[in-house]
């Protein structure tokens, strides 16, 4: 996995959403660490506007946001990131 990537998406929670502590791993359920619907759309929005990816309604699957692995897994599907 990307980790320069998944160290962004880290950031960008961190700074815009909600803290992550340091406990908070590229695995752990971000929904048990308070990510709820509300804020799941809000990191939609910041996806989309870091990255320039649009996230189809078809990727609105509660595994896709799960994780930092995982929701940094889906913006490489969705953009040209290296």
């Given at each position: ?5 998944t ?8 700074s815009?959403?909600f ?20 804020m ?5 929005l ?18 896709n ?9 889906l913006?490489?599907?969705?953009g040209?990131i290296?």
């Amino acid at each position: 996995m990307n980790t320069d990537l998944t160290n962004q998406i880290r950031t960008l929670i961190d700074s815009e959403l909600f803290p992550l502590t340091d406990c908070v791993s590229d695995d752990t359920d971000l929904h048990t660490e308070g990510l709820d619907s509300l804020m799941l759309m809000q990191l939609i929005l910041l996806l989309e506007r870091e990255f320039s990816i649009t996230i189809a309604p078809e990727d609105l699957d509660r595994v896709n946001f799960s994780s930092l692995t995982n929701i940094a897994s889906l913006v490489l599907r969705k953009g040209n990131i290296a």
